[in-house]
């Protein structure tokens, strides 16, 4: 009976919350009581914790909109999709930031934004196995969806509108991972999942592969409840979105987070993945030394080290360059590397390389994009990475974020570009694919290595890792 109350009155404390608060004007209940509640899917392109905190697409939104109401920010993992529409039923959160599509049922129901993204319904299968064409091929064999979720919704209506043989198995999880899993280890043949999602994800499962698009782009908004209670904060919402949208933040926030996401083919993310299991654990500790001798970020230090030799201390280049940081003689002599081919020194030699670029550039340049635009020097110089800074400027990018400057890198390898630059032809397009692969891999690196005590709640990120990843988390952490 006591267990019931406690229940009962966990239910009811934020109903009484809202409904005693500024005559049942939700966006006044929310100044007044100093917090923002938003629950979001706890999944990798949404919300969940990594070393230094809260992360996630969806947070870093929520985070702002929480900053552009002058509130605290009180983020609520769900962990199915039930869940996630029953707190806004109950009045338990504002906002449902979660990466969900508009559809008739939803909007039927709830309030919601205005667009902020789109993505595609795509069908996922394993490659070596049959690939359907189409939906009429799918009818031997279940189709894996989540629960509650807009592909549920949209299969529904097309078993009724033409489809009759149409068969799915609706999954009761938050996150389209347990999806890919399943069919990743044989459990199912087939999964509906969106676009974005297996993107980011790809590279965690090399053996799966888009079979066909269902439909057309769905746009992603944020849902609050039903109502008038609602109005003023909805307007709000949609404030904050066109705001972003007209000063170009949210394309920055987009690349921050998936830019990285799906430069690598599906050998190069099984190779990946094979070396951090086989090749990986002989340099780790040595890595972690250097990294934090040179106060970086190990998995950073690590993904920069496969880029370049794929963790092969003998590696050589035609060009002559050498080693596991792949140094050239005038940058080894530089840093002090007397033997490209020893491990420590190559490592030392690069993490000391890469500091000193960092130190270099302009003060006002923040992180990430500091260090995002110290990798492209790394790659391509810091002469030609100042051209392409002054390329953004004069085409009204920002030479301060690395998702302006990596549009321009390409140009200088266009005569009628480079021919204006004070140092001339560069590989740029080289330099941006060099960047985006290593964030590619720290990305993974981070996933794979995340700490287990942070995983209550929200789920950690490492959890979402296949087992061939899984068992190769990374010791001594």
């Not at 595609?120 to 070596?128: A, D, S």
Request: aromatic share 10%; charged share 25%.
């Amino acid at each position: 009976m006591r267990a019931v109350i406690i229940r009962l009155c966990c239910t009811l404390i934020p109903l009484f919350m809202f409904a005693g608060c500024s005559n049942g004007d939700r966006l006044a209940a929310i100044e007044e009581r100093g917090e923002l509640w938003v629950v979001s899917r706890n999944s990798p392109t949404t919300y969940y914790l990594d070393k230094n905190g809260a992360a996630g697409f969806e947070y870093d939104l929520a985070e702002r909109f929480a900053e552009h109401l002058g509130v605290e920010l009180k983020m609520q993992p769900a962990f199915s999709l039930d869940a996630l529409f029953n707190r806004l039923r109950r009045g338990e959160a504002d906002i449902a930031a979660a990466g969900l599509s508009l559809t008739a049922l939803r909007g039927d129901e709830f309030s919601h934004s205005l667009p902020y993204a789109t993505l595609t319904p795509i069908v996922i299968y394993k490659t070596g196995s049959y690939r359907p064409a189409d939906l009429a091929e799918l009818a031997e064999a279940p189709l894996l969806v989540l629960r509650d979720s807009s592909h549920a919704e949209a299969l529904r209506a097309l078993k009724v509108s033409g489809f009759p043989d149409l068969q799915w198995q609706e999954v009761e999880e938050a996150d389209s991972m347990e999806l890919l899993e399943k069919v990743d280890s044989g459990e199912a043949p087939f999964a509906l999942v969106d676009s974005n999602e297996f993107r980011v994800q790809q590279s965690l499962y090399p053996r799966l592969a888009t079979a066909f698009d269902l439909g057309n782009e769905q746009q992603m908004v944020w849902y609050l409840p039903a109502g008038s209670s609602s109005e003023r904060l909805r307007e709000a919402v949609d404030e904050f979105f066109s705001a972003l949208q007209e000063s170009g933040e949210l394309a920055r926030i987009r690349e921050r987070h998936f830019g990285h996401a799906a430069v690598l083919s599906r050998i190069g993310s099984h190779t990946f993945a094979r070396n951090m299991q086989s090749t990986l654990p002989r340099y780790e500790a040595m890595i972690r030394d250097v990294a934090e001798e040179y106060q970086l970020d190990w998995h950073l230090l690590a993904a920069i080290a496969y880029q370049e030799s794929h963790w092969d201390p003998k590696a050589t280049s035609p060009t002559g360059v050498r080693g596991m940081m792949m140094l050239t003689r005038p940058t080894a002599r530089e840093m002090g590397v007397k033997d490209r081919t020893d491990p420590i020194q190559s490592l030392r030699g690069g993490a000391r390389y890469l500091k000193d670029i960092r130190r270099r550039l302009p003060e006002d340049i923040a992180e990430p994009d500091r260090t995002w635009l110290a990798l492209a020097a790394y790659n391509i110089g810091m002469a030609h990475l100042e051209d392409a800074r002054v390329l953004t400027e004069r085409q009204g990018g920002d030479p301060d974020l690395w998702s302006d400057v990596m549009e321009r890198l390409p140009l200088l390898q266009k005569r009628q570009y480079y021919r204006t630059t004070r140092y001339g032809y560069a590989r740029g397009r080289e330099a941006v694919s060099y960047v985006q692969n290593i964030r590619h891999y720290y990305s993974i690196l981070q996933w794979q290595a995340s700490p287990v005590d942070q995983l209550s709640p929200p789920q950690q990120a490492a959890i979402y890792l296949p087992p061939a990843l899984r068992g190769a988390i990374l010791k001594s952490l």
